[in-house]
């Protein structure tokens, strides 16, 4: 088949080898892309993969000795959190946390060491990293390879857990919206199976830290029509909603 061989070529790419295949076929089945030439579907398909799903894979974390506090000191997708404070905000009484979409996430899990702590992401050298370093630390914690878009597999990993659940959402709602109005399915779908949810998105860019002109109200929107929201607030460039069911 056509797709199997443009995957192919895709992933031989380094920073895409170790995406799950059907996360690089969904991008391959957009409109923008699907009706392309077969240089043209790998060429848009690859810029779409990098902005979105790779922008943690970086030089910094791949390779070497592990060492958590610089990862999150360094990379762009951390650097700028205050964790000590964001977490006094967003953790509760939940016995269970599932960050979606982790990213280096699971590198600050010392902070909420009592908490039982899945790290559920796509690229794979990151869910080896993770793995690699819980072994190592006092964290109650556990990364698992997957593919987000696929609600059967996200539902399973929350039913194995027991006890008081909460959702991380931490910047992928951009990634979600490649298949249009999927962030609102899967939070439906995760809703009915966790007390909390905790979602944010950037007021700023990473790389050049200048204010985002889009204010996402279409996302503000669906939340306040369809949960209870029970914090909102921005820090260090996320704004964060904290919302649980009605």
Not at 22 to 32: H, Q, T
């Amino acid at each position: 088949m056509e797709s199997d061989i443009l995957i192919e070529e895709i992933k031989k790419k380094k920073e895409f080898a170790e995406l799950p295949d059907s996360v690089i076929e969904r991008i391959l089945n957009l409109k923008k892309i699907k009706y392309l030439d077969s240089q043209s579907k790998v060429k848009e398909a690859r810029a779409i993969l990098r902005k979105y799903f790779t922008v943690f894979l970086t030089n910094k974390i791949v390779g070497g000795k592990i060492c958590a506090e610089e990862i999150l000191k360094k990379h762009i997708s951390s650097r700028e959190r205050d964790y000590k404070t964001l977490y006094a905000r967003i953790l509760g009484d939940e016995d269970v946390i599932f960050d979606f979409g982790a990213g280096v996430n699971g590198f600050s899990c010392g902070y909420f060491s009592e908490k039982r702590y899945i790290a559920i992401e796509g690229a794979k050298v990151l869910v080896n990293l993770m793995n690699q370093h819980f072994k190592g630390c006092d964290c109650n914690a556990s990364a698992v390879w997957g593919d987000l878009f696929s609600l059967d597999f996200i539902i399973d990993v929350i039913k194995k857990e027991k006890g008081r659940k909460s959702a991380w959402m931490f910047n992928i709602i951009d990634a979600l919206e490649l298949e249009p109005n999927f962030s609102k399915e899967f939070i439906f779908a995760v809703s009915e199976h966790v007390e909390k949810i905790v979602i944010s998105w950037p007021t700023r860019t990473l790389q050049r830290q200048k204010q985002f002109t889009a204010k996402r109200f279409w996302i503000i929107n669906f939340i306040e029509d369809n949960f209870k929201v029970l914090d909102d607030f921005e820090s260090d460039g996320e704004r964060f909603f904290i919302f649980s069911k009605r």
